[in-house]
């Protein structure tokens, strides 16, 4: 089935909107009629609407899931394209990650992982193109670079952080590491320029925007250091779970594990292609509107919609003045991530950084295409950004950049997640201030309506192993309401 997400380009056919996905749900509703109540209603088919979903289903409830697009997934989710799967969003999981590996053993998915990288031939090495000219070394030179450079950057106790952040899901466990969220990355980068070498300060500063993908101003220094913490505070643990693991068959290989499951229950009812437009809380029921006018009522409802949308929605109650001042701020990832299918064989094993000048700033050979040629994966960010099908000879520029004469360009496939109208950004990534302020309300519920989402997990917020720790965490509370356990239990 093909989505109405997602854009391919070749020179054969030129630009087309919509890329086949497996997670296209089709028929997109099992729902006859609206009138019956579902126990819950789980708003959004991301990893937090689909774990809710599935453990409220497994747990007895009836549940009934909208979503807007036409598939389920949200901002992870693969296309097949010639039986290959570019990922669109959300791509790379790690075993450190304990939400999302519990899933992976559940679906006894361990062995359809791949890594992405893979030195071992053609042009192996990393390319560093800045304003200054072009450096090429090897890939253990290029560790060396970005360890030395970050070790700096988030050195600020003597600890590598260790000091400030020593629990990675309890991230302001130290009152101290509150200070941090007020500064930027910009701050941080000015108290260190003297100690960085000009390439140390460009491969830092576009490693840290690979993480925002918003500017250096915009960018909290304290959410970095968190990202740095979970990541083990070093660099090689950055690297291992952030961009090295990722299924053979794509994101949405997995996410349809999660809606299946669901489905086999028999109690899961769905609508797809229908995004909500107001929520009513009336105390006894919430009652879900959707803007062509259907409604739907349920005992609890469990929202997922993210964090750049949530002002789009209306609420009876109204949010409370934090909650809607969070999201009226929004998180600041406008994330530019475009594949590109190449010729050049050779290319499997590179990596390279172009920064500041170019529209897509770090990439990396990241597989090999049924046709034999290389899938170079690039990312750019808000501090240089472009709407890549608005003009696609600069898009195919700003991949010609990044290994000027190495870039035949066969294919492009992206999503504009900046124009998503479901996402308005790609993964959360925090200003100055807004979690010192804001994550507690957030986290919030809200009368009878639970809040879940990876962009205000506890842990791993941001990443996919956030969204099924807020999924779990709501349909804990969720199934503890409706249905008390009979069981007296353990209270720890
Ligand atoms: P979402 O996936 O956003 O789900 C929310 C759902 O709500 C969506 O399906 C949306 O359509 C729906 N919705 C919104 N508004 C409405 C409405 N009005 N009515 C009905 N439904 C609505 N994470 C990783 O772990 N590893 C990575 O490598 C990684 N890379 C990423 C790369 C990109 C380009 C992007 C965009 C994200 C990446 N992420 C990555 C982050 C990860 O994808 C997200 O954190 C995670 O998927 C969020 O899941 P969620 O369910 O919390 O939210």
């Given at each position: 089935m093909t989505s109405r997400d997602g854009f391919q380009w070749t020179p054969e056919d030129g630009l087309k909107q919509g890329v086949p996905s497996i997670g296209v749900i089709s028929p997109p509703t099992n729902v006859a009629s609206a009138s019956q109540p579902w126990d819950v209603i789980v708003i959004g088919g991301g990893y937090s609407g689909l774990t809710a979903t599935r453990d409220l289903c497994v747990a007895g409830l009836r549940v009934l899931l909208v979503e807007a697009r036409d598939r389920i997934g949200g901002r992870s989710w693969s296309s097949n394209i010639g039986n290959y799967p570019f990922e669109m969003g959300g791509t790379w999981v790690h075993w450190g990650q304990p939400h999302v590996w519990r899933e992976i053993s559940r679906y006894n998915m361990r062995s359809e992982m791949e890594p992405s990288?893979?030195?071992?031939?053609?042009?192996n090495h990393f390319q560093l193109r800045t304003n200054d000219g072009t450096s090429i070394m090897s890939h253990e030179d290029e560790d060396t670079l970005l360890a030395t450079a970050l070790h700096k950057f988030v050195d600020v106790d003597g600890s590598l952080g260790r000091k400030v952040i020593p629990f990675a899901h309890d991230a302001f466990h130290v009152p101290e590491a509150r200070q941090y969220d007020s500064m930027s990355a910009k701050d941080r980068l000015d108290a260190i320029a003297l100690s960085l070498t000009p390439n140390e300060r460009a491969a830092l500063e576009s490693f840290v925007l690979l993480c925002s993908c918003g500017t250096l101003e915009t960018t909290s220094f304290f959410e970095f250091l968190h990202w740095w913490a979970l990541c083990g505070y070093t660099y090689q643990g950055c690297m291992d779970s952030l961009i090295s693991y990722k299924f053979k068959g794509g994101q949405s290989s997995f996410a349809i594990r999660f809606f299946s499951e669901a489905k086999q229950s028999g109690r899961l009812s769905y609508v797809f292609n229908s995004p909500v437009r107001s929520i009513t809380d009336e105390g006894g029921k919430v009652t879900l509107t959707t803007r062509d006018g259907r409604q739907y009522i349920g005992a609890r409802l469990v929202s997922t919609i993210p964090l750049n949308v949530l002002n789009s929605i209306s609420f009876t109650p109204p949010l409370d003045p934090q909650r809607m001042a969070a999201a009226n701020k929004g998180h600041v990832n406008q994330c530019v991530k475009v594949h590109a299918e190449i010729?050049?064989?050779?290319?499997?094993?590179w990596t390279g950084i172009s920064y500041?000048?170019?529209?897509?700033?770090y990439a990396i050979g990241d597989g090999t295409t049924p046709a034999g040629n290389t899938h170079i994966v690039c990312f750019g960010g808000f501090h240089n950004h472009m709407h890549p099908e608005e003009d696609v000879q600069e898009t195919k520029k700003a991949v010609e950049n990044m290994a000027p004469g190495n870039m035949d360009i066969k294919r492009l496939v992206f999503h504009n997640w900046s124009k998503d109208?479901?996402?308005?950004?790609?993964w959360f990534f925090s200003p100055p201030g807004l979690l010192s302020t804001s994550l507690d309300a957030l986290r919030r519920r809200h009368g009878n309506i639970v809040f879940a989402n990876?962009?205000?997990?506890?842990?791993?917020?941001?990443f996919i192993d956030g969204a099924i720790e807020e999924g779990t965490r709501a349909a804990m509370t969720v199934k503890e309401e409706l249905q008390p356990s009979p069981a007296p239990r353990l209270r720890l």
């Open positions: 990288f893979d030195f071992s031939r053609g042009v010729s050049n064989k050779d290319m499997r094993s500041p000048f170019n529209k897509l700033t109208e479901f996402a308005k950004g790609a990876s962009d205000w997990a506890a842990g791993w917020r941001s």
